[in-house]
């Protein structure tokens, strides 16, 4: 049996952050967030790599990241505004205006040619901690594997003082997830969390709500429902040039129609980001912790 493999989100264009966050230097030793998490997935017994990028970034991401992890097993996919798209619904997304490829599950499909066992899904951006990968290492490896599987974060502890945020909120009972809600503009109002939806509906949100930070395992027969569902996603929204096709929207729409369940892994696990620039200085403040705890060597790759 083949070891898990671990996918890495890394096409966005970082727009609020002002840059290729996915690749701006955080560790002491020029690391990204990614380099972490990859470094982390080793260990825990992931066995292949697999990078989503877009071709305009391609050189940079080997010169800046790729060129570390010279003896590691990767992939490179590209995720393009024309990738798995109809001739048809290409032309009318660009005569709507659109821009910019299609979400994360659009990104998720673009990989699946070279997804040969079972796999994690995780942002570039985001740092998740080892138990995190720890306990979905071990998952995966589980033999026969039929489920799915979701690490998620308290909310308080996965807010921006920056903005708002996107986050999936999260139903779970008796172990298992049993829905998924994409909030879009949730954010630290005094001492409340609030969403506040697109026609101005406040939401006040618990503290301690679990939520999707974008780490979830699957066994690969997914792949097929999940083409169904982007099929429907681009039906309804080829002409709409900013909705994005969700992966934790196809996790719910995956419950809903008894495609897979998902069970629920608690890792009690640090998660940091970068969704503003701001939130660089804390970021590089806490892997200046983590290393000086031996959590991780100065330099990741020649240590």
Known sequence: MKGPVLVVLAAGMGSRYGGLKQMDRIGQGGEALLDYSVFDALRSGFEKIVFIIRHDIEKDFKDL??????????????????????AEVFNQAKQAGRTKPWGTSHALLCAAPVIDAPFAVINADDFYGRTAFK????????????????VPYQLKKTLSPQGTVTRGVCVIQDGYLESVQELTAIAQEGSRI?????????????????????????????????????????KAS???????????????????????KIRVLPADSDWFGVT??????????????LTSQGVYPASLWNS
Do not use: H
């Open 65 to 86: 990241v790729l060129s570390r992890m010279a003896s590691i097993p990767y992939a490179l996919c590209f995720q393009e505004l024309d990738s798995l798209i109809p």
């Open 135 to 150: 306990v979905m290492g071990t998952y995966l490896a589980s033999p026969q594997l039929t489920e799915g599987a979701i």
């Open 194 to 234: 609030v969403n506040t939806a697109a026609d101005g509906v406040k939401q006040e949100l618990a503290p301690d709500t679990p939520v999707s930070m974008n780490f979830w395992g699957f066994p690969t027969s997914i792949f097929p429902d999940l083409r169904r569902y982007f099929d429907a996603f681009l």
């Open 238 to 260: 080829a002409g709409q040039p900013k909705q994005e096709c969700y992966l934790p929207l196809a996790a719910d729409w995956f419950i809903k129609n008894k495609v897979l």
């Open 276 to 289: 503003y620039q701001e939130d660089r200085g804390v970021a590089v403040n806490r892997i200046v912790e």
